[in-house]
């Protein structure tokens, strides 16, 4: 899980859910924060975006997730019940793009 440790948990403990044994990762203080965000740096500048814009973005959860997914250290991500559809989407295909051969992106609740 994603986020701020001390909102995530003071969440979890007003919904009387139990956090333990779920690896709980603050993205803004990781530290692979920096890399993370020079990967998306390497990804995206072709397109426009600057290093301070990818640790701008890098700030939203969706796109340390979609990184970690990316680089093998998660198996996916889970983000439309607090994200729309549209935002959740973009962020994939700017962290993980589309499979190569493929050209359409669909979704399903």
Not at 41 to 68: F, Q, V, W
């Amino acid at each position: 899980m994603l986020g701020d440790e001390e909102k995530v948990r003071a969440a979890a403990r007003n919904a009387g859910a139990d956090l333990g044994g779920v690896d709980l990762i603050d993205h803004v203080r990781a530290p692979d924060f920096e890399k993370m965000v020079s990967l998306l740096y390497e990804a995206r500048r072709a397109k426009g975006m600057t290093l301070d814009e990818a640790r701008s973005a890098l700030r939203d959860p969706l796109y340390y997730g979609n990184l970690m997914v990316k680089t093998g250290r998660a198996d996916g991500s889970v983000a439309g019940a607090t994200n729309t559809t549209s935002h959740t989407v973009r962020v994939a295909l700017h962290c993980i793009g589309v499979r190569s051969g493929f050209k359409l992106v669909s979704s399903f609740f």
